[in-house]
């Protein structure tokens, strides 16, 4: 049977890739690209091959003659696969399901038709149904769209699946009324994708695919704003280990255990874990620290969507669940929320950017193209410590755009975490990473952040979560809702520099500036002031940073600095040393980070 023949049938029955065979890695790939690229990647199944490519490889040892019609193997064995171990039985029961639904005769190893004109070397299956079973009726892709789950809720929202043998009619009832109906033309090698007309929100519905031949209901579906959150290790930060320390905060003192008491357990964030850093906050050494207790274990990892609730979501995300809760929360509670969560710890950028990042293609590319209300993003501390800032402010945007044409939403709205910093650490190596490598991104429109350097600077992994979540919501927002908030604090307008008493002018975007102590991060002994000197304003002198003569007069604040050291020695504002901040009086927000060269 050729690649075209059997890929259909097989890959919308069967659970998860498997590839038998003796075949090295280099076999494998070349074989890939001559023989089925093609035929495979127009349904979806490539990439999952060239990731099981690279880490799975199932020898098949049968005895006696080796017939393939019925294997026998000489030994029991447990062999991993994407992270789950597949037992023998589970094997051996999708060897025989693939011969049964193909149809295929081998009789004799040395008879078998070479990787390059047949598809009986390499088996390939994906998607299958998750509610259910692996059923011939399963027509969405599997698990990513599956029963408790939640979709955005207005015009325009995508639904797409496999195993359709002719155009695919979507019906959309909410408590039992049909709402939306929509059809796609005739799929391509099984593949439908269809764009709904309006649909309002909902606590739940069940929403229906058919083809004609067989139909495929998923349940409780709730309809709302979803967000994508993706990064590295800040951003799988679990719950377990979300902690507001001490008084005086922004947010009240709380434990995790506290953090995800307040869950809400009434129309609660419908959660979908695609990838995450497992137990998450698990590096944070704080009191409190649950991240080896069952509620951390009890969150399903396994692409299950879940609600998150108090007793479940140890595990999940803690700046995306509270980011969730805050958009519920300034939504009046009635409408849905929910979050998919897609991170990889100590990742790069470049491993994010399509079409050629293999965390992009491995943990993204299967959610193309679901429909989201914004993206949030935590990223950069491995970039900020092994690349510079040049590369960064071409990369990033790059990601984001390549993003936004893949899942087929030009102006989604991308909110990222500004690197946060731990005092005395590494990153970021280059003093302008903020403003002139994160923020690059904002040449592109809709796209904001959030500042944290005065949140937290204990730990690479800060646990303060609870204070960077409403910081991310007022840009979402903004941007996603169009509503008039202020969601950043001082930004730069200009500056002008005085050789004659050698001040450099910075004038910014809030009329009412102040000095304050931070979130976390202790103030120094003598305290934080607007006048006089202050950690919030300083000058790079050598390896370190020096507090200089500053005033402030509605919105510029003007300051005494050294001339002569260029990009090498800039003036700071908020800069990674610093332990008070320059904020808005009147929003409470912190200026950005700024590395301004005083001439």
């Not at 959660?271 to 906050?281: E, N």
């Amino acid at each position: 049977a050729s690649a075209t023949a059997l890929a259909p049938a097989i890959h919308a029955r069967l659970p998860r890739v498997v590839i038998f065979g003796s075949l090295s890695r280099t076999f494998c790939r070349r074989a890939i690209a001559r023989s089925f690229e093609d035929a495979l990647d127009e349904r979806g199944i490539l990439p999952k091959m060239i990731r099981m490519c690279r880490g799975l490889f199932i020898s098949v040892q049968p005895s006696g003659d080796r017939n393939l019609a019925a294997p026998s193997l000489r030994r029991r064995q447990t062999f991993q696969a994407c992270g789950t171990r597949i037992r023998l039985t589970t094997f051996l029961w999708l060897f025989r399901a693939v011969f049964f639904l193909t149809n295929l005769e081998l009789q004799n190893s040395r008879s078998l038709p070479t990787m390059h004109s047949a598809a009986a070397w390499l088996v390939v299956a994906a998607a299958a149904a998750a509610a259910g079973g692996g059923a011939a009726g399963a027509l969405f892709q599997r698990p990513q769209f599956g029963p408790g789950m939640i979709l955005q809720r207005g015009a325009g929202t995508r639904l797409f699946g496999n195993g359709a043998t002719a155009a695919v009619k979507v019906t959309v009832a909410v408590n039992g009324a049909t709402v939306a109906e929509a059809t796609s033309g005739a799929p391509v090698g099984g593949r439908w994708v269809v764009s709904l007309p309006s649909v309002a929100a909902a606590a739940s519905s069940t929403v229906v695919a058919t083809d004609g031949a067989s139909t495929d209901t998923l349940t409780d579906v709730a309809w709302g704003d979803v967000l994508l959150c993706g990064g590295q290790s800040n951003m799988g930060f679990g719950m377990c280990g979300a902690t507001v320390i001490g008084a005086g905060r922004e947010h009240p003192p709380q434990t995790p255990a506290q953090a995800l008491a307040a869950l809400p357990t009434t129309n609660p964030i419908r959660f979908f874990w695609q990838s995450g850093d497992a137990q998450g906050g698990a590096g944070s050494t704080v009191s409190g620290n649950i991240c080896k207790e069952p509620v951390t274990h009890n969150t399903p990892q396994n692409l299950t969507w879940f609600n998150a609730g108090p007793t479940n979501a140890g595990a999940a995300s803690a700046v995306c669940l509270l980011t969730a809760v805050a958009l519920r929360e300034h939504l009046g509670g009635d409408i849905p929320v929910g979050a998919v969560e897609s991170c990889v710890g100590g990742t790069p950028v470049e491993e994010w950017t399509p079409p050629t990042g293999g965390l992009y293609v491995q943990h993204i590319k299967p959610l193309l193209p679901m429909t989201f209300k914004a993206v949030l993003w935590d990223q950069g501390e491995r970039d900020a410590k092994t690349t510079n800032t040049t590369y960064y402010s071409t990369e990033f945007p790059a990601m984001i755009s390549g993003w936004r044409t893949n899942l087929e939403s030009p102006l989604l709205p991308f909110v990222y975490v500004e690197l946060c910093h731990e005092l005395g650490a590494e990153e970021p190596k280059e003093a302008d990473f903020w403003q002139y490598g994160q923020r690059a991104a904002l040449t592109l429109p809709f796209v904001g952040f959030a500042t944290t350097t005065d949140i937290d600077k204990s730990a690479l992994h800060p646990p303060d979560k609870q204070d960077i979540a409403p910081r991310l919501a007022l840009e979402v927002e903004r941007l996603a809702y169009g509503e008039n908030v202020t969601a950043r604090g001082p930004e730069l307008v200009s500056t002008s520099f005085d050789a004659a008493s050698s001040t450099l002018t910075v004038t910014l975007s809030n009329a009412s500036l102040s000095i304050n102590r931070g979130v976390v991060v202790p103030p120094p002994a003598g305290g934080c002031s607007s006048t006089g000197l202050s950690p919030a304003v300083a000058q790079v002198n050598g390896a370190s940073a020096t507090p200089v003569p500053f005033t402030i007069t509605g919105n510029t604040v003007a300051v005494k600095c050294k001339t002569g050291g260029g990009d090498k020695a800039p003036v700071l504002i908020n800069g990674d040393a610093a332990t008070c901040f320059l904020y808005s009086s009147v929003s409470g927000l912190p200026a950005p980070p700024l590395a301004l060269p005083c001439q």
